[in-house]
T-cell receptor, first 114, second 114 residues
Framework: DGGITQSPKYLFRKEGQNVTLSCEQN?????MYWYRQDPGQGLRLIYY???????QKGDIAEGYSVSREKKESFPLTVTSAQKNPTAFYLCASTPDRDKYQPQHFGDGTRLSIL | AQSVTQPDIHITVSEGASLELRCNYSYGATPYLFWYVQSPGQGLQLLLKYFSGDTLVQGIKGFEAEFKRSQSSFNLRKPSVHWSDAAEYFCAVGAGTGRRALTFGSGTRLQVQP
């Protein structure tokens, strides 16, 4: 079955460390998104990519970086510049980059600080 | 920019009772509207969507939602709640040009009493 796979499910970061969250999709979707979820705040957009080798900042991009070298992969790096990284991170995708469509979500990665 | 308000942070209903979750959006034209459900530690699952046409839309798991332009609302309803409906529910809006990411409300947590 097609879907989005996020790994790892749980991740721990030490002070000053960069960590990378994986997001892979086999849906052949053009667009991919990263959201951060904090209790009581819903989902906030970190970065999005509408096509390979291109990505754009979302609303809370500071302290994060991404790449989109392959259509199926959109990894997110949480850098040491992100001072409050503890959150639930969700990756999503949509088939077309130029339409509003339902987003398909992975099962998320929970990041905590050691 | 568009915004989404879910006024109820937490709702408790008895099993078998009816349910209505409120969602209001702020946008000049008719946006694309979505309802998602999230179980603890999981990603989001699409319940239903509204793009155009009939203002009463049916979704999965017995849910429906009604788009009311005059009230800028898209409330989610279910006639008889089951214990398995306990989860967090998010309303989302897609509107405007440019990026196609959705704007999410802060969520409503539903608790179901036996």
């Amino acid at each position: 079955d097609g879907g989005i796979t996020q790994s790892p499910k749980y991740l721990f970061r030490k002070e000053g460390q960069n960590v990378t969250l994986s997001c892979e999709q086999n849906l052949n979707h053009d667009a991919m998104y990263w959201y951060r979820q904090d209790p009581g705040q819903g989902l906030r957009l970190i970065y999005y990519s509408q096509i390979v080798n291109d990505f754009q900042k979302g609303d809370i991009a500071e302290g994060y970086s991404v790449s989109r070298e392959k259509k199926e992969s959109f990894p997110l790096t949480v850098t040491s510049a992100q001072k409050n990284p503890t959150a639930f991170y969700l990756c999503a995708s949509t088939p077309d980059r130029d339409k509003y469509q339902p987003q398909h979500f992975g099962d998320g990665t929970r990041l905590s600080i050691l | 920019a568009q915004s989404v308000t879910q006024p109820d942070i937490h709702i408790t209903v008895s099993e078998g009772a009816s349910l209505e979750l409120r969602c209001n959006y702020s946008y000049g034209a008719t946006p694309y509207l979505f309802w998602y459900v999230q179980s603890p530690g999981q990603g989001l699952q699409l319940l239903l969507k509204y793009f155009s046409g009939d203002t009463l839309v049916q979704g999965i798991k017995g849910f429906e939602a009604e788009f009311k332009r005059s009230q800028s609302s898209f409330n989610l309803r279910k006639p008889s709640v089951h214990w398995s409906d306990a989860a967090e529910y998010f309303c989302a809006v897609g509107a405007g040009t440019g990026r196609r990411a959705l704007t999410f409300g802060s969520g409503t947590r539903l608790q179901v009493q036996p």
